[in-house]
């Protein structure tokens, strides 16, 4: 006889399949919730099974996918690069590791706050990018112009929505600054931003500057994450500045 909820014994199995953390002395409830998430995330297990550093690299990837910005021969700056998941996908897609399809060589430029294990094809550097200086000494190591800007800066987070999408945003408006001086024209910039609203301000910015701007969230971001992605791409060239508008004698 079958079992309409589960399909008899091949039912049972798949729920056994899902693995169950259970709790420990010492660790709270919410590390285990984190723990049991991780474990049976589909995207973490695929993330080691590919070589992959993180899931992370799949919101690239998927965001990649839709709108082409990461094609051979680009010049890739990712802010925020830890624990390197993006940069491992920008150097394959721009190959700038130079196989011998013939394709065009590009370049990848990770910076992040902490410490980054070395990516094959990807240089990584350590730097904290909102303090003085920081953009005049990336923009030393690029040497040049860049045709994507990708940003996953994040906030350490504070516990407080309010205050933890303020803080990113303060990150993706430093990052959308410096893509303005350094992209090329037609140029891409790549941000993760929270939902929230304060980001008007950056969108109208974005808009100013960037023949289409769109919001997204990838299929491996986490529905139950406010996380989302803005992609401007076709960088106007020269910065747009909004002037403020008249007002009457």
Known sequence: MTNPAGGGASGRGQRDLRVRVKTAR????SSTLWLERQLN???????KKEGYRGRAAYKILELDDKYRFLVPGARVVDLGCA???WCQVAVARVNALADRSGKKQ???????LQAVD???GAQIHQLDFLADGAEAQVKAWLGGRAD???????????????TDHLRIIALCDAAAEFAFDVLEEGGTFVAKVLAGGAEAELQTKLKQNFTKVANVKPPASRSDSSEKFVIATGFRGNRQVAQPPETGA
């Open 118 to 120: 070395p990516i094959a």
């Open 26 to 29: 010492g660790r709270k409830l």
């Open 148 to 162: 994507v800007v990708m940003s996953d800066m994040a906030a350490a987070a504070s516990g407080h929505q309010g």
């Open 106 to 112: 590009g370049t990848v430029l990770g910076v992040d």
């Open 83 to 85: 624990p390197g998941g």
């Open 41 to 47: 995330d589909p995207y973490v297990q695929r993330a």
